[in-house]
């Protein structure tokens, strides 16, 4: 199995459980290489009525622990701009 799809089946529980996810995904869909645009397209719909978002052309550029939470540092690969999530 994909790492894409377990982290994306996770992050399903999670949100159930009432954690807020936010999948990070250097590609322009998801689901990796290969997959159907259809297929991509329909699964991201689908989890993100179970409450997960998405950010898209979008790199990890660190991670660090802040009491709880996880601080992920991310660069928008359009735009160059780094946040926080």
Sequence with gaps: MDSWWYCSLQGSVWSRLGAEVTLVEFLGNIGGFGID?????????????????????????????????????????????????
């Design 37 to 85: 645009l259809e297929v991509a397209k329909t699964l991201q719909r689908s989890l993100t009525k179970q409450g997960l978002k998405f950010l898209l052309q979008t790199k990890v550029v660190g991670a660090a622990r802040q009491g709880s939470n996880i601080k992920v540092a991310i660069e928008d690969l359009k735009k160059g701009k780094q946040d926080e999530v």
